[in-house]
C-alpha cells in the first residue's frame, strides 16, 4: 500500500533520498537542517522521519539516528518525486549520433551505446541485440568458399549478420550455386523470422529437391545453421562498465564484488535479468521486486529500443538501489532512442 504524504513528508523523504545517494551513508536531522531549506527544526524533522519509518518509506540500519532508504522509499520517489522526461545539455544527442554515425556493424553499434550508456550513468549497462524472431530475414546467400565449402550469409532487417559455414560432400558448380541463391531469395527473403519454421524449411527444401540434383547432407546442413543461427533464446547481451560496480560502497565486500562479477558474465542470466522486464516502455525494479534472487540488492532500469516501429531488444542499467534515478532514466530514456536510429540507419 501506498500511502499519500503530505509536503512537508514528501521533501522530507527527498532530501534525504538524495543525500544518501551522495553519501551512502545514514541520514540525520542535523544534516538535513543544515543542508536543506526545510523551513522545520531538527526536531520536527526526527518527528517526520519518524513517521516515515513507520510508514516502512525509511529504514534505521543500526542504532544511531540515521536513517537510509527503504525498498518501498525509493519505489515512491521514483514514481511521485521524479521526472520521466529526458534531461540532457543542450548538444549531448547529436554529438553521440554524430560520433557513431558511420559504424556500420550493428555489433559495433550495441557494443557502443552500451560503453556510452555507462560512461553517462557511471553504472554497469547491458543491451540485447535485436530478437530474431520479430525481425524479417533481409538477404541469404550462399558463397564458395573452398571446393566442398560453402559460407551461408544471413541478414535481418535489423542489421543482424550470421555467417555460417557449411562443409559438402560434393563439389557445386557455380551455376547451381546461383540458382540455389535465386531460389532461396525468392523463398525466404522479406519473410517474418518466426515464420521460417521448420515445416515451411522443409517445403521448401522438397521443391528445391526436385528442381535440382542435389545431397541431401546439403539441405540437412543449411536447416541446421539456419535454425542455430535464428534460435529464439540466443540473443547476446553486450556489458559495458563493469568496473563502475568498485567504486559502490555497496560492493566494496570482495565476496559480493566476485559474485556480482561473476553473474554479469554469464549469458544465460544476463538475459534472464535484462528480459525480466517484459512491458515495452521504461520500467524500474528496485530490490526485492527484482524476480532474479541474486540481484535483489539492485535497482534496474531497462527501456525497449524500436526499429521500424517495432520493439525489437532491451537497454538498461543496473546498480545499487542507491542509484541517482533521474539522471540513469533519462539516459537510458535517451540512447534507447539513439539506439534504435543508428541500427535502423545501419541496416538500410
Not at 546467400?141 to 544471413?154: D, W
Not at 520500467?283 to 535483489?296: A, R, Y
Amino acid at each position: 500500500m501506498v500511502e499519500e504524504l503530505d509536503s512537508r513528508k514528501k521533501r522530507i523523504l527527498q532530501a534525504i533520498i538524495q543525500e544518501h545517494i551522495i553519501s551512502a551513508s545514514p541520514i540525520g536531522s542535523r544534516t538535513l537542517a543544515k543542508k536543506y531549506n526545510l523551513d522545520v527544526s531538527p526536531a520536527t524533522i526526527r518527528n517526520e522521519m519518524a513517521d516515515l519509518e513507520d510508514l516502512g518509506y525509511l529504514e534505521q540500519p543500526h542504532t544511531s539516528a540515521g536513517r537510509i532508504p527503504s525498498d518501498k522509499g525509493y519505489r515512491y520517489y521514483v514514481d511521485q518525486l521524479v521526472s520521466r522526461e529526458q534531461n540532457q545539455e543542450p548538444g549531448v544527442i547529436e554529438n553521440i549520433e554524430n560520433l557513431y554515425q558511420d559504424l556500420q556493424d550493428v555489433q559495433d553499434i550495441i557494443s557502443g551505446m552500451a560503453k556510452m550508456l555507462s560512461n553517462m550513468t557511471h553504472y554497469t549497462a547491458m543491451v540485447s541485440e535485436p530478437k530474431s524472431q520479430i525481425s524479417r530475414l533481409k538477404k541469404v546467400e550462399i558463397m564458395q568458399l573452398a571446393n566442398n565449402s560453402l559460407l551461408l550469409v544471413l541478414v535481418t532487417d535489423a542489421g543482424m549478420v550470421n555467417n555460417r559455414i557449411i562443409n559438402l560432400d560434393q563439389n557445386l558448380l557455380a551455376e547451381k550455386i546461383s540458382y540455389i541463391n535465386n531460389f532461396l531469395s525468392d523463398k525466404l527473403e522479406n519473410k517474418l523470422l518466426a515464420n521460417l519454421d521448420s515445416n515451411y524449411l522443409k517445403k521448401v527444401e522438397k521443391e528445391l529437391m526436385a528442381r535440382l540434383d542435389l545431397s541431401v547432407d546439403l539441405f540437412k546442413q543449411f536447416y541446421n545453421e539456419f535454425e542455430g543461427a535464428f534460435e529464439p533464446g540466443a540473443v547476446k547481451v553486450y556489458i559495458g562498465g563493469t568496473s563502475y560496480i568498485l567504486e559502490q560502497p555497496e560492493f566494496n565486500d570482495l565476496k559480493k564484488v566476485k559474485k556480482m562479477l561473476k553473474l554479469l558474465d554469464q549469458e544465460e542470466m544476463l538475459n534472464k535479468i535484462i528480459n525480466s522486464i517484459s512491458g515495452t516502455d521504461l520500467e524500474i525494479k528496485i530490490g526485492q521486486e527484482n524476480e532474479v534472487e541474486d540481484i535483489k540488492n539492485c535497482s534496474l532500469v531497462v527501456a525497449t529500443y524500436y526499429i521500424s516501429n517495432r520493439a525489437v531488444g532491451k537497454i538498461g542499467v543496473i546498480g545499487p538501489t542507491r542509484m541517482e534515478y533521474p539522471r540513469v532514466i533519462s539516459s537510458v530514456d535517451v540512447i534507447s532512442d539513439i539506439l534504435g536510429k543508428l541500427i535502423s540507419k545501419a541496416s538500410g
